[in-house]
């Protein structure tokens, strides 16, 4: 009996003890799996790469992607030489409470050392769910100096070619350009050092403004340029509907083989609001409730337009043909149309408004306008027509008549003579 007592004694101390060191090891499981629902990623740094004896700007972005908050989520930067930060206070960066699926962003500037070499810099990102969990850490590297091509191939910015050439506000369109390596040998020397003449474009960056937004991702070159081989680079624009008219330069900045090899170039990207134009030739008039109206349409726009339509309405009226298709329509160039039209109330008198509506399209950019509306009267001629022909008939039937009696009467009297 005594024996039972000892040993359910003992099975409850272990049964306690067990449980107790549980709690703690709980604790760390839980550190563990809250930490990991957090995610850590550097989205970009500038200038790339950065610059030896110069601040370095590195975006990192921290995102919860578990079902549950993280509480109090935290970030900190760990350099390592020769990146230093801007001020040692400026590691921790505090985020308070990230929901679901909820990401932040935190802008860090760091310093290169002015002894530094070229090459690559590494850094630590440590991250934790609140203050209750232990940090996790993530490593990045930066490219820092000119890179270590040893190149002399020069890159040219040529064939630049916008489409739409001219936007309008609203439009839609890309810009595309040709960049090539102008060497014209596989080699060159300079101080009795032999280099080879490829080229190499690691990045094409354009950069729009408040207006003009860039929506394509930049070019990232991977291989290289040969003497004379080139690389074809298109970026899709938007532009915005309350822009004015004016030029407009876009920054393109190049990183070649090394700092020496990188290029800026400014595209310029021209806006025209200017369109089609629809003035009336004649009058518009219709005489007795119809006719047929006649208008000069006219391409204003700098750049040819296609798919140009003429629509025309005013109550109470009908226009044949409903639609007038124009087509194509190059640069200052005039058509003249015919439309027909026919009032419902072949008696009415009274004038009424004519809406102008043009469609047309400014490279894949639809566009519709209503332009200036213009006033169509009505005339009522009398058919004095059919009386006046009448009235022909009848005098040259009464001179006929008189002409043969006149006729008859010499001629009896002739006859009675001889």
């Not at 490593?139 to 000119?146: H, K």
């Not at 030029?247 to 310029?268: E, Q, V």
Request: proline content about 4%; hydrophobic content about 40%.
């Amino acid at each position: 009996m005594e024996n039972n007592c000892k040993a359910l004694s003992f099975f409850m101390v272990s049964l306690m003890l067990f449980a107790v060191a549980g709690v703690p090891m709980s604790a760390d499981a839980a550190s563990s799996s809250s930490s990991s629902t957090l995610r850590v990623d550097v989205l970009e740094y500038e200038p790339y790469p950065a610059e030896i004896g110069a601040y370095v700007s590195i975006w990192v972005k921290v995102e919860n992607f578990a079902s549950g908050e993280a509480e109090d989520v935290s970030i900190m930067l760990e350099p390592e030489y020769p990146l230093s930060l801007d001020s040692p206070s400026n590691a921790l960066q505090n985020f308070g409470e990230l929901p679901p699926d909820r990401s932040a962003i935190h802008e860090y500037r760091l310093y290169v050392d002015e002894n530094a070499k070229s090459g690559t810099a590494d850094f630590d990102v440590l991250y934790r769910a609140s203050e209750d969990f232990g940090w996790q850490k993530e490593s990045f590297e930066i490219r820092v100096g000119s890179t270590t091509f040893d190149s002399r191939g020069t890159v040219e910015l040529e064939n630049l070619i916008a489409e739409p050439s001219v936007f309008i506000p609203g439009d839609e369109g890309s810009i595309s350009f040709t960049l090539t390596n102008t060497a014209q040998a596989s080699t060159i020397t300079i101080d009795d050092e032999v280099y080879d003449t490829y080229a190499r474009v690691q990045s094409a960056t354009l950069t729009g403004t408040d207006m003009i937004t860039i929506t394509s991702v930049p070019y990232e070159g991977k291989g290289v340029l040969g003497p004379g081989d080139s690389v074809q680079v298109s970026y899709n624009i938007e532009v915005s509907d309350a822009i004015e008219d004016g030029t407009y330069f876009l920054d393109l900045a190049m990183i070649g083989n090394s700092h020496s090899f990188n290029n800026n170039w400014m595209i310029p990207l021209v806006v025209d609001s200017s369109s089609v134009r629809v003035i009336p030739s004649k009058s518009l008039i219709l005489q007795n409730g119809e006719g047929t109206l006649e208008f000069d349409v006219a391409n204003i726009h700098p750049n040819a337009l296609s798919s140009v339509s003429v629509m025309l309405e005013a109550e109470g009226v009908d226009f044949f043909p409903k639609e007038y298709f124009v087509g194509s329509m190059d640069p200052d160039e005039l058509f003249t149309i015919e439309i027909d039209g026919k009032a419902e109330d072949l008696s009415t008198t009274d004038p009424v408004n004519v809406t102008v509506i043009v469609d047309y399209r400014n490279g894949l950019n639809q566009h519709e306008e209503v332009l200036e509306i213009q006033t169509l009267t009505f005339e009522h001629v009398q058919e004095e027509s059919n009386n006046a022909a009448l009235a022909v008939i009848l005098v040259i039937a009464i001179v006929g008549a008189v002409g043969f009696y006149l006729y008859r009467k010499k001629g009896f009297k002739g006859i009675m003579g001889r």
